[in-house]
C-alpha cells in the first residue's frame, strides 16, 4: 500500500482518529506482510469502469481471458466467402501497469455450396503499459506494441508468413466528471485506439508465366501495405448511472448492462498497389461498425454484437460476434491474477 | 474440431473457478436511494456492496453544497452483515448532498464511486 492510499484512506469519516489510525496502520501492516496493496485491477478509472470491449482493445492493462470469442460474417471478397472465427486471449499483468496478451484464432472459410478451408491465423502478441490514469476525470492512456509472428498459421485461411508490428495507442474517458445539470449523460463512456501496421516484407513475388521459348519468367508482385488501423467506443453503462447517477429501481439484469457501439477501421497508406489492382482499389478503407451489448457479472462478461460492413469492401451483409470474458483477478486474486511483480509506476496513482 | 472442444473446456474450467472467487464491489443500494430526493435524511447512511468490505482502509464522506462534511461519526461495518457499511449523520436542512465513498475489501480490491441525493421537506 503507498503512503497516499493509507493517508487517503484514512481521511474518511474519522471521529476517533488515533483509534481509527491503529486499526488502519494494523490492516496496513496485514496487507504489507501479504504482499498485496489495493488491486485495481479491470479497467477503472477512479469509478468508471469500462468493460472489455469486442472489437476494439479497452485501454488498460489487467488479467483477463477472452474464451471463446466467436464471430461470423460474410468476407469481402467477390464472391463472398463464409467466415467463422472461433477465438481466445489470455491477458497478463507483469508490472501493475505493464502486461502482455497472446491470442490466437481459429478460421473456417467457405463459399456457400462450394469449397472451404480451414485452420489457424497467426499468433499475435501484444505489449501494453498503462502510462496514465487519472481517476477524477475517468480517463486512462495506455501505448503498446502487436506483434503478429508470421508462418505460425495455416497459409490456407490468409495466415501471411511474414510479421507485422503494430505500435499502438489505447485512450478511454468517462463524462462521469460533467456537471449533475447533464446527469443522463454521465454515464457515457469513450475508448478509443490508433495503431500503424508496418509488415517486416514489403512484397512477395510469385510466378505467373514461364515461356518455354525463351525461357523468361513473369512475376505477379502482391505488395503488403503499412495500414493505419482506428476505432473506437461509445458505450453507456448501466452499472456507473445505478451507482454514481441516479437509481432507477430497475431490476439487476439491467443495472449489469452497457448497451454500446463499436467501429473499427484500417486505412492503406503506404505501399499498396498490386499487380492487376488500381490505387483506387486497392487504397480503399474497410471496417465495421459494431452495434450490441455487455452484460457485467461480478467475475466475467458477456458480449454480444451486430456486425456491419461499411462498404462492399469490408464484407456483406450483417454478421455477428459473441463474447464470453472472465475477469481473472476476481476468479484468481492470489495466484495467476496479481502481476508478476507488483510494483506501479503509473501516472494519477 | 478437438480444438474447439478444448476451447469450451478451457471456458468451463474458468467459469466454475469463478464460483466462490470473490470480486470487485458494487454498490448495490444506498439509503437515502443514488440520485434521489427525501423529506427527511436518514440519521445514518446506509451503502450495501457486493462485496465484503475491510472498514480500516475505507472511507465514506458526505458533504453539502458547500464542500462541507456532514458525515456526524466513523464509518461502521455490521458485523453480522460486513457487506454494509454505515456512516452517521447530522441532522440535514433542505439542500443538495454528495457521498463519496471508496472501499477496500478483504482481498484488497478497491472500488469508489459518489452520488448525490437531496433533501426537500
Redesign the interface.
Known sequence: ?STST?R?????????PSK?AN??A???VA?TV?G???????C?A??R?FPATLTVDDPCVADE?S??TISSFKTGDIPAHRELD?S?EFSKRITEDFGVSVGRT?TRLWVPGGPGAHGWQNLETTFKYQFLTW?QSELVLSAGVSIEWGRTGNASVGAEKFHTVTPMLFAGKGFGDLP?SL?FLRPFAVTGQVGYAIPTWRRTLTISSIDLDTGEVDFDEERHPHFLQYGGSIQFSM?YL??????L?LPDVFNRMVPLVEASFRTPVRNVVTTGNTLDETNRTTGTVNSGLIYVA???QIGAEAIIPINRASGKGVGWVAQ?H?????????TIGRPIIPISARIGQ | MK??RQ??L??AF??I??VG????A??Q??DP????TVRAAPPVLTLNF?ERV????????VTDAAGRRV?????RVDKGNSQQVQ?PLRALPAGQYNV?W?V?LV??????????FEVRP
Open positions: 500500500m493509507l487517503h484512506a484514512l481521511h474518511g469519516g474519522l471521529a476517533q481509527r486499526l488502519a494494523v490492516a496496513a496487507f501479504h498485496a496493496s489495493p488491486a485495481a485491477a479491470h477503472f477512479g469509478a469502469f481471458l474464451l471463446p472461433i481466445g481459429y481517476p449533475s446527469g452499472p445505478k451507482a454514481n447517477v441516479v437509481d429501481g461480478d467475475k466475467f464470453l472472465f475477469y481473472l483477478d476476481d476468479i484468481f486474486p492470489t | 480444438s474447439n476451447t469450451l478451457a471456458a474458468v467459469a473457478s469463478a472467487a470473490h470480486a470487485h458494487q454498490l443500494s444506498a436511494r443514488v440520485g434521489s457486493s475491510e472498514p480500516a482502509l475505507s472511507s465514506v464522506q458525515d456526524a461519526g466513523r464509518l456512516v463519496r471508496r477496500i482481498d484488497t480490491h478497491k472500488t469508489e464511486g459518489s452520488f448525490g
